[in-house]
């Protein structure tokens, strides 16, 4: 069997470095030197008014591995993968304000003129009724559009390349419930689940069908070592739907995705891991999730209770990422030290873990704090 990462794994000595140090990660390898790579940012702004360079790249500033793996797309992540997508446009103005239908087909509070910097209002969102679903939606999600494959064969031919370095070839899926709530809106989703459940499974199946058959495409030119779903299913107390609806409107769409993607795999051989990506207090759902197969969590937001070291010694067989309080690192040096030396050496011991901000890096933290923290982070993790 030739091991070109698609029918058989890349030896190790052909591997990118970063690929071995995140393939070391994922198989809980205890005591090996962390990954170093980021979350995301909300202050890179402010930032370049501190003094941050404008010439040097932020892996090199900040000490980042390269990346360890390779992300196939075309499934959404916030969003669904509507294909057409809706028409961005001015649907009414009001003063300073104007009301925008975005290109997920809701309609959003904007101020006028301006679309970042702030959280928008949602006011609708396109699934309202089956009529509404069926007129307006469930054909923007048809997994026969040719469109969807329009560069299908430069994308797999750079994923193949990726799979020959021996870098993780991930595929990356809007989640189940970030789906319903971005069709149907997360007030009036909890309403549908009760009152329109006909309507839920019309959705769900449509998001199977779309995610299993675009995956099914991928899976011709490459072994898939991760299906990687943005769910943001919690709040700040824990889910914000209960077990039995989990497991009666989503878990098992999940299941049969997940069976269908190891069923159709090159490398028979090939573990494929299972990440959720949820805000919120997640422990709740961890044994949901187990119940399909999830082996890797992100991003343990401290703020909303998540113990990163509890939570560790709960679920030892969990590869977990994030679990840096974001809120920490705006405190200053001394604060940011107390925290990643109680984090960090335990974490780094246990193996099967990479420090990043629990989202977003927040605009109140300074550039001063942000490198401290990496120098640290460094530190610590080897």
Not at 284 to 312: H, N, Q, R, T, W
Not at 357 to 367: A, I, K, Q
Request: glycine share 8%; net charge negative; proline share 7%.
């Amino acid at each position: 069997m030739e091991q070109d990462g698609i029918h058989a794994m890349v030896p190790r000595e052909r591997m990118t470095e970063s690929a071995k140090k995140l393939r070391d990660t994922y198989a809980m390898k205890p005591g090996i030197p962390l990954f170093r790579r980021e979350f995301g940012y909300f202050t890179l702004e402010r930032w370049k008014k501190e003094g941050m360079p404008q010439d040097i790249p932020l892996e090199t500033l900040f000490q980042y591995d390269p990346p360890g793996n390779h992300g196939l797309g075309q499934l959404g992540w916030c969003e669904a993968a509507f294909v057409p997508a809706f028409e961005d446009k001015v649907i009414e103005r009001r003063g300073e304000y104007e009301v925008v239908q975005d290109y997920a087909g809701r309609h959003v509070l904007f101020f006028t003129g301006r679309r970042n910097g702030f959280m928008p209002t949602y006011l609708t969102h396109p699934v309202r009724d089956q009529k509404t679903w069926e007129e307006n939606v469930k054909w923007r999600l048809d997994p026969s559009s040719g469109e969807r494959y329009r560069n299908l064969p430069e994308r797999m031919a750079k994923a193949q390349e990726a799979a020959g370095k021996g870098l993780m070839i991930v595929q990356n899926i809007i989640g189940a419930y970030m789906y319903l709530r971005s069709l149907i809106g997360p007030e009036d989703l909890l309403i549908a689940f009760v009152d329109q459940p006909d309507l839920i499974h019309s959705c769900m199946q449509a998001w199977l069908d779309l995610a299993d058959t675009v995956t099914a495409r991928h899976q011709q030119y490459v072994t898939i070592d991760e299906l990687f779903f943005g769910e943001d299913i919690c709040y700040n107390h824990g889910p914000l739907i209960s077990p039995a609806m989990m497991r009666e409107f989503l878990l098992p769409y999940y299941q049969q995705l997940v069976t269908n993607t190891k069923r159709r795999q090159i490398d028979k051989t090939r573990h494929l891991y299972l990440q959720i990506d949820t805000d919120g207090f997640a422990p709740p759902v961890i044994p949901l999730y187990k119940e399909v197969g999830m082996d890797v969590m992100s991003p343990f937001e401290v703020a909303a209770g998540c113990d990163l070291l509890k939570i560790a010694r709960e679920h030892p067989d969990l590869v977990m990422f994030g679990g840096i309080d974001k809120r920490v690192l705006a405190q200053g040096k001394e604060a940011i030290d107390e925290f990643v030396e109680r984090i960090i050496p335990p974490m780094r011991e246990r193996g099967g873990y990479i420090p990043t901000c629990d989202h977003g890096v927040p605009e109140e933290v300074s550039y001063e704090n942000y490198l401290h923290y990496r120098k640290r982070c460094v530190e610590l993790g080897g």
